[in-house]
């Protein structure tokens, strides 16, 4: 492929001229059905039409306005979300990764406010990803994605997954807070129970730390709740939003409860773009939908429908899928395949999928699928994985 681009991405050879609910439909006229949602991001699917009226409306009047001013719009977005979780504050960004960098500053700034600028260090998980800036990488530690940036930011040290002694053997003098996604995204749908969760809130009580979760995927009623921790019942004291906030218009935002975001005093962050009117009149758009009785619930129903089909799946085809993980409507296959020809069969059968690591292929369907659409999907993956067990293709003119 010829292309400008920096070749960061291994990029598919379809471009998409069109989106309807779940479906996106290619220039020469194929159609799939999206179970990847642009990465978590296109909750709401595509074209719906309260998100295309709101950005109409919002193009008619000025798109941005300074921080410096007013903007009512965002005041409004601030205060829903603030009435939808724990937090009593909210900073808005541009992406998960400045909603996650604003995460980590409000926890160092909170322990500074308090007399104990020492303490900045947060103890994160292997198989995290909290985005690309530098702090954000050094958070995530993973060193293919660190490799060749210089020195790495201070100030992050990792737990093994879900190992709740050695969260509490890694506190010292200098520790902050905890960092984690309550379910690891790109770190292949890994789960974190909930009484491991909750564990976590009781420690980080005991020893005075913030928790603070990256909830950039699985926020804004991807697993059937406002919050992934919702289901521990627990609060976070800092939480960071992106992907689904803004239904595919890019927006993050950063929630504190009052206490926690003590030291994001006057002049403390900001951002020229973030929360400007556009992206908070989207915003509220997609929490128009989100936040209306019964979607979160439905969410909730959806969920067992699709791991039950996704069970038989694995049943059908053991050689190609291993196992299945995730809730709400974010769902991992661990591959027994190469995930990527997992993926890559799966667009030939007309569906998209999103690989991760630990050879995982993530199901992230827009939240607005019915069951049928769920049904669909399997018929798609069922037919994906026949044509893997069926070995190789031959290559053309190999006869
Ligand atoms: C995608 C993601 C990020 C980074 O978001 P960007 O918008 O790409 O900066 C951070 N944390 C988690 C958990 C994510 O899934």
């Not at 770190?187 to 603070?212: A, I």
Request: charged share 20%; net charge neutral.
């Amino acid at each position: 492929m010829n292309s400008s681009l920096f070749p960061t991405y291994a990029r598919a050879d379809v471009a998409f001229e069109r989106g309807e609910g779940a479906w996106l439909f290619s220039a020469n006229g194929d159609r799939y059905l999206d179970f990847g949602s642009g990465v978590a991001v296109n909750s709401l699917g595509y074209a719906h039409p309260h998100l295309v009226s709101a950005l109409r409306d919002a193009a008619e009047r000025p798109w941005h306005v300074s921080n410096l001013y007013r903007i009512p719009q965002t005041e409004r977005l601030a205060q829903r979300l603030t009435t939808a979780t724990f937090a009593d504050l909210a900073f808005f960004a541009n992406s998960g990764a400045e909603a996650v960098e604003c995460a980590i500053k409000t926890a160092r700034k909170f322990h500074a406010a308090n007399g104990a600028p020492e303490r900045y260090r947060l103890i994160t998980f292997e198989g995290a990803f909290h985005g690309r800036t530098l702090a954000t990488l050094a958070a995530g530690g993973n060193p293919k994605y660190l490799d060749g940036f210089g020195p790495k930011v201070e100030g992050f040290d990792p737990a093994p997954f879900g190992d709740l002694a050695a969260v509490e053997a890694l506190i010292g003098p200098e520790t902050a807070g905890v960092l984690l996604e309550p379910i690891q995204g790109e770190g292949g749908v890994r789960v974190f129970s909930r009484s491991f969760l909750k564990g976590l809130r009781e420690l980080c009580d005991k020893r005075g730390l913030l928790l603070v979760v990256d909830e950039v995927q699985t926020g804004v009623g991807r697993t059937g709740t406002f919050l992934c921790v919702e289901q521990a019942g627990i609060a976070p004291d800092i939480a960071a939003l992106a992907k689904g906030l803004g239904g595919g218009f890019p927006i993050g935002a950063c929630l504190a409860s009052k206490e926690a975001a003590k030291g994001m005093t006057l002049g403390a962050h900001g951002s020229t773009f973030g929360g400007n009117p556009l992206a908070a009149a989207v915003g509220n758009a997609v929490l128009d939908v989100i936040l209306s009785p019964g979607f979160m619930e439905r969410v909730g129903r959806l969920s067992p429908l699709l791991r039950q089909r996704l069970a038989e799946l694995a049943d059908h085809h053991p050689s190609v899928i291993e196992a299945v993980r995730g809730e709400g409507l974010m769902f991992g296959l661990k591959t027994r395949v190469a995930n990527t020809a997992l993926v890559a069969a799966a667009r030939g059968a007309g569906l998209l999928t999103i690989a991760a690591g630990d050879n995982v292929v993530r199901l992230l369907p827009p939240l607005i699928i019915e069951e049928d659409h769920i049904a669909e999907a399997a018929r798609r993956l069922d037919s994906a994985c026949a044509e893997l067990e069926r070995g190789p293709k031959p290559q053309p003119g190999a006869i």
